[in-house]
């Protein structure tokens, strides 16, 4: 999972979905108040185009069996929080996946899955990556940058000052100070400035703290130690102070733009800033009061909120209330790059609502340029299992 919190499935997701024909001109969502859209059984679907039509190529589709493969213990295995499957909806595809062969990948989509629209499908895309950073186990000159595991002492809990009738959900993260009340833990000023400083919570020392700062967006990387070995970092948890995404409060500030003094609005051009204005960057990188532990993963690649390794190219980040963490989903977008299958394997603080993903595309430089880069938008196809559609509309 990239540094975020998966939300709660939300009661209301026993409510019927509304599906609609194709050449409908409206989707019609079961009716419910303003801004309480929280699921795909809300948000309503329709069927979308026939999948042979949709035209990705054999390449895609064979990276996205072999992903959906890697998904399938998983999928058989949790509740699905958008309302849309059941457990044992996913079971003739996954049995027949284990021995498909990848060159005839295309042919099982359109064998196994039927396509559905969320909402009015129209897609937001952004990209991330792997990042490597210069690290080392120990403390070392050059390495300054204290990467922490999970302190023992964040936990949730209820503040003493909340009525009970506001306790409803998930209790909120913090820890107990000296005089026993539950607090707010601390934000990513007081980490950085070692308020977990010297308690053995280091798993190892990153060489930047811009890079780390970036990595921990990410929510997973690599550290290139001094001896030129790989160390594999992925979310351990999180503090549960808020994201601030420093990009919107630049943009804000009329720091990003095209014109003389301005800084390209990609993480590139957000760098840029951080390294030639240090200490206003340094109070920008701040204003962002969440903060990332990691753990050392034994994997082949970062693991993603289903618990198994993100691929680049054939994983999408995505908000798990309104597409099945699992489910294939077709991207046609004007940033051709993106266009194509992918499994929704991950989620994301800032990857919220229908239609909006988070494509990943592994690590390197081209990874690093082009998930930078990446918004894109067009229309998002989402492929249940077969039958799926005709459950929901009679339910």
């Known amino acids: 999972m990239r540094g975020w919190t998966i939300l709660a499935a939300s009661a209301l997701l026993s409510a019927c979905v509304s599906v609609v024909p194709s050449s409908s001109p409206t989707v019609r969502p079961v009716p419910t108040p303003p801004g309480a859209v929280t699921s795909a059984a809300l948000a309503g679907i329709q069927r979308g185009p026939e999948i042979a039509g949709l035209g990705f190529s054999g390449s895609d589709a064979s990276g996205a069996l072999a992903s959906f493969r890697e998904s399938c213990p998983k999928l058989l295995a949790r509740t699905d929080q958008s309302g849309l499957t059941q457990r044992e909806d996913w079971r003739p595809a996954c049995e027949a996946a284990a021995g498909w062969p990848l060159g005839d990948a295309s042919r099982f989509f359109s064998s196994y899955f039927e396509p559905v629209r969320i909402g009015d499908g129209a897609a937001f895309a952004t990209g991330y990556f792997e990042p490597e950073i210069r690290g080392s186990r120990t403390r070392a000159p050059g390495y300054d940058v204290p990467v922490y595991k999970m302190p023992p002492e964040l936990e949730r809990a209820w503040p003493d000052d909340m009525p009970e009738s506001e306790r409803t959900g998930r209790p909120p993260l913090g820890r107990y100070d000296a005089s026993g009340k539950f607090v707010p833990f601390y934000e990513r000023s007081e980490i950085v400035a070692g308020a977990l400083a010297n308690r053995g919570l280091e798993i190892a020392w990153a060489a930047d703290p811009v890079e780390f700062f970036f990595l921990q967006i990410q929510g997973s990387g690599l550290l290139?130690?001094?001896?030129?070995?790989?160390?594999?970092?992925?979310?351990?948890?999180?503090?549960?102070?808020?994201?601030?995404?420093?990009?919107?409060?630049?943009?804000?500030?009329?720091?990003?733009?095209?014109?003389?003094?301005?800084?390209?609005?990609?993480?590139?051009?957000?760098?840029?800033?951080?390294?030639?204005?240090?200490?206003?960057?340094?109070?920008?990188?701040?204003?962002?009061?969440?903060?990332?532990?990691?753990?050392?993963?034994?994997?082949?690649?970062?693991?993603?909120?289903?618990?198994?390794?993100?691929?680049?190219?054939?994983?999408?980040?995505?908000?798990?209330?309104?597409?099945?963490?699992?489910?294939?989903?077709?991207?046609d977008l004007d940033r051709n790059e993106a266009d194509g299958l992918w499994i929704a394997q991950d989620t994301g603080g800032a990857i919220k609502g229908a239609n909006r993903f988070d494509t990943f595309w592994g690590n390197g430089e081209d990874a690093r340029r082009i998930a930078g880069g990446m918004s894109g938008r067009g229309q998002a196809i989402v492929l249940l299992p077969r039958g799926t559609t005709a459950r929901l509309q009679n339910r």
């Open 224 to 331: 290139r130690l001094p001896d030129g070995s790989l160390m594999r970092i992925g979310y351990a948890g999180q503090n549960g102070r808020e994201y601030v995404g420093i990009g919107g409060v630049m943009r804000e500030r009329g720091l990003l733009g095209d014109g003389p003094g301005k800084y390209s609005g990609s993480m590139q051009g957000i760098m840029q800033y951080i390294r030639e204005n240090p200490a206003e960057g340094e109070a920008l990188m701040n204003l962002n009061k969440s903060w990332i532990f990691f753990r050392e993963l034994d994997t082949d690649g970062p693991l993603g909120a289903l618990e198994v390794p993100v691929r680049g190219q054939s994983s999408v980040a995505v908000d798990p209330k309104f597409v099945p963490l699992g489910a294939p989903v077709f991207l």
